[in-house]
């Protein structure tokens, strides 16, 4: 858990590169998370980090995690988002409390694992859906799947709206893939 916090600073760098390479016309376009667009999905990804940082810090996040947290400036508010989460997270105590969130109460180190996951795996979403997923991570995607993997998996968290049944994917397939599969994106056929 020591390499978490360090984990999080890589997945919203990473996703930073990836969010940068949106634009209007790409907004619309259908990701591997099924029923939502890139905008959806982006906008749940920067709510996600106002709401986990909130949380952290014993304050309240100022709207839902739904709430529209883009306005007119996607890239922005995904950058000024990524700043106010990555202060959250190195806070002295970050990882020494509960934090309650959608989930329940969460012991601040899985809350942090919690977030990793939404932040690597919707960032692989976004690279996928502007057909670019070179954007993506593949170190940072290969060292979460070994941890879900070796922390005993995820089935618990196969329900509609957190994971879907595993997706077979081929072993020598690029990390982000084999990690779409394993948190049940089935929209595969169109990845390198």
């Known amino acids: 858990m020591d390499n978490v916090i360090g984990q999080i600073d890589r997945a919203l760098d990473a996703t930073s590169v990836i969010v940068a390479a949106l634009d209007d016309g790409t907004m619309t376009a259908p990701t591997p998370c099924r029923e939502w667009d890139v905008r959806t999905v982006l906008n749940h990804t920067v709510g996600g980090m106002h709401v986990f940082a909130a949380a952290l810090s014993g304050t309240d996040s100022g709207a839902d995690h739904e709430s529209d947290w883009l306005g007119g400036d996607p890239q922005g508010a995904y950058a000024a988002a990524a700043e106010v989460d990555r202060a959250a997270w190195h806070r002295p105590d970050a990882l020494d409390n509960t934090v309650h969130i959608s989930l329940g109460a969460l012991p601040a180190q899985l809350a942090a694992m919690v977030h990793l ?76």
């Open 117 to 192: 996951t939404e932040l690597v795996v919707h960032g692989v979403d976004l690279a996928v859906a502007i057909d670019r997923p070179d954007l993506a991570d593949d170190e940072l995607c290969g060292e979460l799947l070994a941890t879900m993997q070796a922390r005993g998996g995820i089935d618990k968290f196969r329900a509609p709206g957190i994971f879907g049944a595993e997706v077979a994917v081929e072993d020598a397939a690029p990390a982000h893939r084999r990690l779409l599969g394993y948190v049940g994106r089935d929209v595969l056929a169109r990845t390198p």
